[in-house]
């Protein structure tokens, strides 16, 4: 069983698309996959459809409380999901100490044995909730999307996971940069792709092989409340992430 998160400190650049999109592919190749939403915007939530009402079960729940952790998931039409919460925002009120840390690291602890994989999606803005999401992991795949200052936005990150390995969690492995919302025709999507290996061997890492092609579906996914695979299993998207999750096999990363 392995836990990745799918993280950048930098919003807006395709982080909850890929994570759901991940999350699709490999249960469409028969695995048990536990969703975690770690942001309390809760847009992974609402593409899975779960519930988000007032005394609804979420990942607040795990965090917050000592409910048993497996009637904290939701069993949605989409597939299993600690949900996201409003009071994701209020985590420093609530997990204190050198405990507060590692709590969501204890609690997914208690799930792994139903999943084969987990994947959480995270909110790059609570410093908290982000270094109890990287403590939990395994890996984090980190999406770049094709922008004037996607590449400059990753120092701060860079900096957090430094700071998660130099003892918390020195296992974790930065897996590699995804370049997501990808044109190969635009200048803008060719200068990225000069910058982005120094950006790589910076986080001692490298650059997937496939890339995300840039398309309407992913919006009209999101917008239908469903996952892009469901939506549209045949748009260039939806192709690119069944062959990045290929790539992740491939190198024994899955």
Do not use: W
């Amino acid at each position: 069983m392995k836990t990745i998160i799918v993280s950048n400190q930098k919003g807006g650049i395709g982080k909850t698309s890929t994570a759901t999109a991940i999350a699709g592919e490999l249960m469409a190749k028969g695995k048990k996959v536990l969703f975690v939403d770690a942001d309390p915007q809760r847009n992974s939530s609402d593409t899975y459809r779960a519930d988000l009402s007032d005394g609804a079960t979420t990942l607040a729940d795990l965090l917050y409380t000592n409910e048993p952790a497996e009637s904290c998931v939701q069993h949605t039409p989409i597939g299993d999901i600690l949900a996201g919460d409003k009071a994701l925002s209020d985590v420093e009120k609530y997990l204190k100490g050198v405990a507060g840390y590692y709590r969501l690291k204890k609690r997914l602890d208690e799930l792994a044995p139903n999943y084969d994989h987990i994947i959480i999606d995270t909110n790059p803005h609570i410093l908290l909730l982000l270094q109890n999401a990287l403590i939990a992991s395994d890996g984090v795949i980190i999406p770049v999307a094709c922008g004037r200052y996607e590449v400059s936005g990753m120092v701060d990150f860079a900096q957090t996971i430094d700071e998660v390995k130099s003892q918390p969690n020195p296992g974790l492995e930065v897996l590699g940069l995804l370049l997501v919302k990808y044109d190969g025709r635009t200048n803008m999507a060719k200068e990225i792709l000069e910058e982005l290996p120094a950006v790589a061997n910076a986080l001692g890492t490298s650059i997937f092989d496939t890339k995300i092609r840039q398309t309407i579906k992913v919006t009209e996914a999101q917008g239908k409340r469903m996952l892009l695979q469901e939506h549209a299993p045949d748009s260039t998207a939806a192709t690119d992430y069944a062959t990045f999750i290929d790539e992740l096999e491939r190198r024994g990363i899955l």
